[in-house]
């Protein structure tokens, strides 16, 4: 292990990314006296939270691992001026009427409270704004260098070399300007909204190639006008296909809720008549001619006519009638500037070694100790990995956690005791469950985590981190009392991997 996060030799640190994660990070690594360059690919700070009328480009169908590291260099027509500010930093998934999930108490950091009168749920352009505003007020905003992406990440020597793309206007195009940098340290806090996930299932290309515009992934959805008296199918059983499913539904959709039955499945909570739960789409069907060959070309449809075929249910129901279909599926986990040898969408999950980060499931960042240090450098780091999370708070905190130790206040445990954690909590993962899912026990997560930094800082002499105030404590005890029901299994799986269980999770602060 390199022992640089042990001994403070950590002077200059890459933030890469400047939404929550990399606000958070490089306003606590400040606070310890450490140099902070931040990377954004955006022209503006906060990440996922701004919102555009614009959408990505249409990711591939199906698309069911991380995409290969591509270092081609760009050609003339991808320099064009209508399409490199969209791919260099194509634009988030935020839809017009996205709302916040978390209360005003949970979903805040250290860095600042909501403006007085403030109250859930918000908007994405009110959280965006108190992005905004901690990242001046904790200078953050002055470490950025906006409109610049960061194409590899490697370990030279006893540094990190970072090499950067900016995108600059010409008269015509743009073109890019090339860097080269070396910090001691690195943290990735890019988020988890990059690349979609699309399920490969028999006959969904065909039809997103004959009507392009009629299947789509979550990550297109704007608003709910365009799907108005339409039926739609929405594949994805997680909060954003439940989101998108209210919002439709409550504006004249029909909708029918699609996926495979998991753990956790969202479907069924609108309460809406218009909402129906069914089994997950097997096969997409397409209308043959007297030949037996498929006619489902592309094709221009009349606004109210549906698309000409059929979707088969994995219990033999088949739909027809359907106007739109919306891929809620989710994303994959990848981070392609780290290279062939720690991303690895060849590689299955099961044969993940002690090296790699990214492997073939997209949804697992595997070495990593509290989802943050990479166990076998320290000095690379990760904010923004934990799943199913309150994650303005539990960013917040880890970020903390991180400044200590790059500060070398707070020593790691020994390599060989992280990767035996490491191994323990993956034998402890549960079938359709995530590695790096903590299901909503973030007060769990933060009081164990307090008494292992607090030890070292009060030892060292220095001030003990504080966590979450009382209001937040309370706040979020509620929130996952609510949340019981649905994630029982999960949680007492989780906290059995420490040897505790729920009752003992009693007043925490």
Known sequence: MNNSTQSGKIRSVAVIGAGLSGIASTAHLLRTGIDVTVFERANVAGGAWEFSPQTDRDPPFPSTRPPVPDWDKPTADDLSSEKAPLSFSPPGPVYANMKSRGSEQTMRTSLGDWPEGKRAP???????????????????????????????????????????????????????????????????????????????????????????????????????????????????????AMEITNELVNNGAKVYESAKDTRVDFR??????????????????????????????????????????????????????????IIA????????????????????????????????????????????FYIPDPTLAFIGITHFASTFSMYDFQAQVLAAVFAGRV?????????????????????????????LLDDFVIHRMLRWVNEDLVTRGFEPLQGPDRAWW???????????????????????????DWDKLVDLY
């Open 329 to 372: 599926t989710g994303y994959h986990t990848t981070f392609p500037f780290l290279g062939p040898l720690l991303e690895r969408p060849s590689m299955a999950f099961e044969d993940a070694d002690e090296r790699v980060i990214i492997t073939s499931d997209g949804r697992t960042a595997h070495n990593l100790h509290e989802d943050i």
């Open 411 to 439: 020593a790691l445990p020994p390599k060989a005791a992280m990767q035996a954690e490491q191994r323990r909590r993956k034998s402890r993962v549960l079938p359709g469950a995530l590695l790096n899912s903590i299901f």
């Open 122 to 240: 918000l908007g994405h352009g009110e959280v965006l704004a108190y992005l905004q505003r901690i990242a001046k007020v904790h200078r953050v905003q002055d470490r950025i260098r906006f409109r610049t992406r960061v194409e590899s990440v490697t370990k030279q020597g006893e540094q990190w070399r970072l090499q950067t793309s900016k995108l600059v206007a010409n008269s015509t195009s743009y073109a890019l300007e090339r860097e080269t940098w070396f910090f001691d340290a690195v943290v990735v806090a890019v988020g988890r909204y990059g690349d979609p996930r699309v399920p490969d299932i028999p006959g969904l290309s065909s039809w997103k190639h004959a009507h392009a515009n009629r299947v789509l992934h979550s990550k297109q959805y704007r608003t709910p006008k365009p799907y108005q008296g339409k039926t739609v199918l929405v594949i994805g059983g997680f909060i954003s």
């Open 268 to 325: 069924g909570r609108s309460d809406h008549e218009n909402a129906e739960k069914v089994a997950m789409a097997t096969e997409f069907t397409t209308v043959s001619n007297v030949d037996g060959l498929s006619t489902f070309n592309p094709q221009t449809l009349d606004d109210d006519d549906p698309l000409p075929g059929k979707v088969v249910l994995q219990d033999g129901r088949v739909l027809e009638g359907i106007h739109y279909v």
């Open 474 to 500: 309370e706040a979020f005890a509620t929130e996952r009392e609510n949340a019981r029901p649905l994630l029982r299994v999960l949680q007492d799986n989780f906290l059995s991997t420490y040897g505790t």
